[in-house]
């Protein structure tokens, strides 16, 4: 491990020279790349310094465990350094495991009603609207790309970018079947419901990414419009695409500019079609995509959401909150973080296990 961090802080330092220099002015990309770069390998540099700092104070203090005078002052220094060595080793450890390369990449999050009827399109909304909180208290922008909604305030389907330095890997988690169990307010019995909506979380691709050939892109225009014809637009400027080797159709009405729904269509596609890709290569990472996303029937269910109790769990990890109404005004924190920490100390067993 320590020849592993003394490289990465060798490269972190060249890097750190190169900027500093000022050779690079005058190539922006050149200066983009090298920006980047720092900024991944600081986490990883800043713990491996402060580390070799502990480890410096426990060798100072050793050596003054021989002296009557200092011996307790030692033994205490001594302890304090050895506690955060271990605490940095963990640290260092999980900072070392692969990294998804998507991790640091904006998202396409895309909500659609499952089983439930409109109760399931108000669930819907209400998921897009926990998203977006979570993204406000991030300082993370949210874009619309397009939406269909019911006469109620419900939504059928919504697709939206969220756009934030590591956005994907907080929500990646995310990819699955959300069930909500409630008492829907046109329920005059005082019955409980239970209903779904699906989540899709995926990361946001350019166009270069996946080589689209502009030959293989049917482009569609219409006239955009809301609920029960609302907000007509008189100009066609909604945008249609359609990748005729695999069929896949990708819409985009939220911007005025046809270039710009165009634009973000694009993006989408390649999205879907690196997804799908994804998937090919990996026969066992589909089998986890089809078994979270599935359907949308109720027993494929990653997370629920009771109302009658207040509570939200995970089913993934176990994970009980009686926090509800803080989760779905976007405290997702509180969900995310033992997701993710569950996801490390699965590829923490796969290391040791190939080690």
């Known amino acids: 491990m320590l020849d592993k961090l003394q490289e990465v802080e060798s490269k972190y330092s060249q890097t750190e020279a190169r900027l500093a220099a000022g050779e690079t002015y005058d190539d922006p990309a050149l200066v ?3 920006n980047k770069e720092q900024t991944e390998l600081a986490p990883l540099v800043e713990a491996y310094r402060a580390w070799q700092s502990a480890k410096r104070r426990r060798e100072e203090a050793e050596s003054l465990l021989s ?3 200092m011996k ?3 033994q205490e220094e001594l302890q304090q350094a ?3 060595m271990e605490r940095l080793e963990e640290e260092l450890n999980i900072l070392l495991l692969p990294q998804d390369p ?4 904006d998202v396409i999050v895309e909500v659609r009603a499952g089983v439930g009827g409109e109760e399931a399109a108000l669930f819907a909304h209400s998921l897009y609207r926990m998203y977006s909180m979570y993204a406000e208290s991030r300082r993370w922008k949210t874009e619309v790309v397009s939406v269909s909604e019911t006469e109620l305030g419900g939504i059928k389907e919504i697709s939206f970018l969220i756009h934030g330095d590591g956005a994907f890997s907080r929500l990646k988690f995310e990819s699955g079947v959300h069930r909500v169990q409630r008492v829907p307010e046109t329920e005059s019995g005082g019955r409980v419901h239970t209903s779904t909506a699906t989540v899709a979380v995926l990361p946001e691709m350019d166009e270069v990414d996946m080589e689209l050939n502009p030959s293989d892109v049917e482009m569609q225009v219409f006239r955009s419009s809301g609920a029960g014809g609302q907000h007509v637009n008189k100009t066609s400027s909604a945008v249609r695409l359609i990748h005729k080797p695999t069929g896949m159709v990708v819409e985009c ?3 005025r500019s046809q270039f710009q729904n165009r634009d973000t269509a694009m993006r989408i596609l390649a999205s879907r079609l690196y997804e799908q890709e994804q998937e090919r290569l990996n026969s066992e990472f589909t089998q986890q995509r089809r078994s979270q996303v599935g ?4 027993n494929e269910r990653i997370r629920t959401y009771n109302f009658p109790q207040g509570r939200v769990t995970d089913h993934r990890i176990g994970l009980t909150l009686y926090k509800i109404d803080g989760i779905l005004n976007g405290n997702l924190d509180e969900v995310i973080d033992p997701l993710v920490a569950d996801h490390q100390a699965q590829l923490l067993k796969e290391q040791e296990r190939g080690g």
């Open 32 to 34: 983009a790349r090298l």
């Open 67 to 69: 002296d009557d005078e």
């Open 72 to 74: 307790a002052l030692a």
């Open 82 to 84: 050895k506690d955060e």
């Open 102 to 105: 998507n991790d640091r990449k």
């Open 253 to 255: 009405q939220q911007e």
């Open 295 to 298: 359907t949308g029937m109720r």
